[in-house]
């Protein structure tokens, strides 16, 4: 079946540029990440959505960045006024639902990512 | 707050030896914890998981982990590594905020012919 995608695979923004990011899960998963990976590092949260309901955006580096999910399904990440710091792959996952700490546990499955880079 | 170090950056291993790949965690209670491999332009693919009983996991591709509580470690093996497995290999925890995992650093295997 269909896995998560992500487009565009890649973008080149110049310095202060918006750019827009998207994200579709797999059709039926409640629970969509997203996730920055800066080159040479692992993947750092950015923000969780269950459902249309945004429950965690501690991961955000800025109020430059921003996340949504208006139906529950297809998220978009957009970054305004970018920086070269913004540079780096930002990863997308979804899963059927969260583990709790009563147990239960559903995979997160990632997108190919977007790779960023700001010029 | 939860964190993961990954003490290898970059391993050489050849075809057909035995592999290792070290994860230490921090975390205040019984983590969830994963590991994961990721080969170049590709997302993340879920090798195996633990969150409770049998310390030992298998998981996908022949590898296997250990979780040791006194030693806060959740070491990747595989007995005998195949040139397919070079890529990247993270290991992440998950405390009970769920769904935010904590991943680290990567090690990157490259396997000798």
């Known amino acids: 079946g269909a896995g998560v995608s992500q487009s565009p695979r890649y973008k080149v923004a110049k310095r202060g540029q918006d750019v827009a990011l998207r994200c579709d899960p797999i059709?039926?998963?409640?629970?969509l990440f997203w996730y920055q990976q800066a080159l040479g590092q692992g993947p750092e949260f950015l923000t969780y959505?269950?459902?249309?309901?945004?429950?965690?955006k501690s991961g955000l580096p800025s109020d430059r960045f921003f996340a949504e999910r208006p139906e529950g399904s297809v998220s978009t990440l957009k970054i305004q006024r970018t920086q070269q710091e913004d540079s780096a792959v930002y990863l997308c996952?979804?899963?059927?639902?969260?583990?709790?700490?009563?147990?239960?546990?559903?995979?997160?499955?990632f997108g190919p990512g977007t790779r960023l880079t700001v010029t | 707050a939860q964190s993961v170090t990954q003490p290898d950056i970059h391993i050489t291993v050849s075809e057909g030896a035995s592999l290792e790949l070290r994860c230490n965690y921090s975390?205040?209670?019984?983590?969830?914890l994963f590991w994961y491999v990721q080969s170049p332009g590709q997302g993340l693919q879920l090798l195996l998981k633990?969150?409770?009983?049998?310390?030992l996991v298998q998981g996908i591709k022949g590898f296997e982990a250990e979780f040791k509580r006194s030693q806060s470690s959740f070491n990747l093996r595989k007995p005998s590594v195949h040139w397919s497995d070079a890529a990247e290999y993270f290991c992440?925890?998950?405390?009970?905020?769920?769904?935010?995992?904590?991943f680290g650093d990567g090690t990157t295997l490259t396997v000798k012919p």
């Open positions: 996952a979804s899963s059927r639902s969260t583990g709790t700490t009563s147990g239960g546990f559903y995979e997160q499955y």
């Open positions: 059709s039926g998963h409640v629970s």
């Open positions: 959505f269950q459902n249309e309901a945004q429950l965690d």
């Open positions: 975390y205040g209670a019984t983590p969830y």
């Open positions: 633990y969150f409770s009983g049998d310390t």
């Open positions: 992440a925890v998950e405390g009970t905020n769920a769904g935010k995992s904590t």
